[in-house]
């Protein structure tokens, strides 16, 4: 038999590939089709499966939009029901997951904190199709944070409760105590209001990741990973240390202006996308007057309020209006959640719009691979150290 | 004061973005521009920095390719030696750390394993810059495994030793002993090797997670859960189960052509890149023939042997030609390094490749963000669950 030979190669020819254009930041490039959702950033819309958020917020739950979100319709009340039911039986996390959370630092940063314990879940999975392990993440994401709040609170740990919904369940596992309904209410329509938003950057990681067929751990992993960068998430953690600073009402004024002559930025307000204003901002805003005004606390929100009032005057002519985040960790705030755990809080609520992401790119899956433009130097010649 | 007005909004039009062009898979598309590494698919010629991986292969060595491929060019004898230091001492694990590694299932997987290690290690992090951080996760990788590899045997723990080298340390913390020098060579040319291929999937996952201005363990944590994908990583390993399945050097003829006629693909053959043999690949089988000899195991590199002779004649036409994997498995078996590591070996390899692009993106960062086209339906009317 006659022994392969390879083709020749010009050894004084290095192949170049083509020119091609850099498309810095992929922006403008389109990488998928998708059903899940759409922004009308001129208008101030936003859609989930093609039903109006606003109209979600106001009429339906969290577990119905979950269910939208992954399974494109909205359920029967027997659907609703049995999702409801298998969300609730997923909530327990594994003996040695709960093991592994103690053996962290309890100052652990809590995003880098919900990363690990993302990808070790798929160290104790208890098996199913990438759906179900999916569904089991959306059901744990907030039963992990709670176990790690109390963990490093030095609190005893609680053990979930099926007979509450996840926004009632969450809030029952931070502060030991079932929460007031109007309360629960609040918790599931932040849950909801940031189920899911396109292809963010953290949404887009995950497929990179589930697009080489890793599973969904590693894909949210990733998504966790990409979500804690300050270009991304975070900035409603900054919202609140800025009305801190800011102090009270009357202050707000000379504090905008203070801020923006000397050239910084005014946290919670501009958007890539939304050239108007952001319509999740009003959904959280009527939320935080509720909470304020249930607290007892309307001079925060009136702050709030007079920060919003003076950057808008200055900046609106520029297309910069508030966005989720402006309201949302006030939100936070007054339904005493940690201000330290405000990216974890939309890590967890974002959890449901990542999996539909990662299911429905699989249904047409194609390893996502572009490429570098190589600009370096090439055919150097190697010399030895001794004449360096 | 007057109130601000957000400006109207047309209540009867959504604005829908202008149509795009999908790109799937982003296949074609440029993201960046980079000096790293460039990959000559016709000519089979892979270049670090400009340099021919053949020459690097040849006189080089992985620690001094690692500098080459973070700093842009080759130490002097004092940068190499300074930088050899400072590997060395940034091996040793955190006792955390340690202790987080045995409260994981024995049988986990090895992936799984790196991806939860590496993200944690945030959680015990010493400090510095992350260039620092990113040397220190080079130095670890290795170590991280082999304490694995340790842990799950049954064995006990051992200490790194600081005048080793990278690959004579991981050997040594695998093995329990010194490893002799011509396996410390093996070891070193396989780091070598596979420390680096472009922009593959992993890089660039781990680059859309660093566009965030997430830190260097979120970005490294997705590339390792990207690698993991059978799209991506993996094939080495099946090409040893190949292997045991061929039996002997005179069945691979027929186990070929059945394989083939079954419709059924050759593992270790084929590259998206690489339209004539992969440079790598005969790196590693010169090193396997060595190893073969030096472990008196002929009979398998004949096998493989017979096997990659009886696939060329029937795929070379299709410029189908054997890949990096298709003798690397057999030299990591040579080395005695357990199959299942396979693609956590490669992992710790690239471990380098991956800093080096995170650290080169960030001079010029940008947000990746590409966006999805929407192609479902708009404005659905919200029918409460009553009346479905």
Not at 82 to 97: Q, T, V
Not at 204 to 227: K, N, P
Not at 236 to 253: C, F, H, I, T, Y
Not at 311 to 335: C, E, M, Q, T
Request: hydrophobic share 40%; glycine share 8%; charged share 30%.
């Amino acid at each position: 038999m006659e022994k392969f030979k390879y083709p020749d190669i010009n050894p004084l020819r290095i192949e170049m590939s083509d020119e091609c254009q850099v498309y810095k930041g992929l922006e403008g490039i389109c990488v998928k089709e998708s059903r899940i959702c759409y922004i009308d950033g001129k208008g101030s819309r936003l859609y989930y499966r093609g039903y109006n958020i606003m109209d979600l917020v106001e009429h339906s739950k969290y577990e119905e939009v979950v269910y939208l979100l992954l399974f494109g319709e909205l359920p029967s009340r027997e659907e609703l029901e049995s999702f409801e039911r298998k969300l609730a039986s997923k909530r327990r996390l594994p003996d040695g997951l709960r093991g592994l959370i103690r053996s962290l630092p309890k100052d652990s940063d809590p995003m880098d904190f919900l990363r690990t314990t993302v990808s070790a879940m798929s160290l104790f999975d208890d098996g199913g199709d990438e759906t179900e392990k999916g569904i089991g993440l959306i059901a744990k994401a907030p039963v992990m944070l709670a176990e790690f709040h109390r963990y490093r609170s030095g609190l005893e740990p609680l053990e979930p409760r099926e007979e509450l919904s996840q926004a009632g369940n969450f809030l029952y596992m931070m502060f030991g105590k079932v929460p007031e309904g109007s309360e629960e209410r609040v918790m599931d329509r932040a849950f909801l209001l940031l189920a899911d938003h396109g292809l963010c950057a953290s949404t887009f990681a995950s497929l990179v990741t589930a697009s080489t067929l890793a599973d969904i751990y590693a894909s949210i992993t990733t998504a966790i990973g990409t979500l804690a960068g300050p270009l991304h998430g975070g900035a409603n953690l900054q919202v609140l240390k800025m009305l801190e600073e800011v102090g009270s009402p009357d202050r707000a004024e000379s504090y905008v202006e203070g801020m923006l002559k000397s050239g910084k930025r005014i946290w919670g307000f501009g958007h890539r996308v939304y050239k108007n204003f952001d319509p999740r901002y009003r959904a959280f805003k009527r939320m935080a007057r509720e909470m304020a005004e249930l607290r007892g606390r309307m001079d925060l929100f009136e702050t709030a309020e007079k920060v919003e009032e003076a950057a808008l005057k200055r900046l609106a002519h520029k297309n910069i209006y508030p966005n989720v985040d402006f309201y949302s960790g006030l939100v936070y705030y007054f339904l005493g959640i940690p201000q330290d755990l405000a990216i974890t809080m939309f890590a967890i609520s974002r959890m449901a719009g990542w999996v539909a992401h990662i299911l429905e790119y699989w249904e047409q899956n194609r390893l996502i691979r572009p490429k570098a433009k190589y600009v370096g130097e090439l055919d150097k010649k190697y010399v030895p150290i001794e004449e360096r």
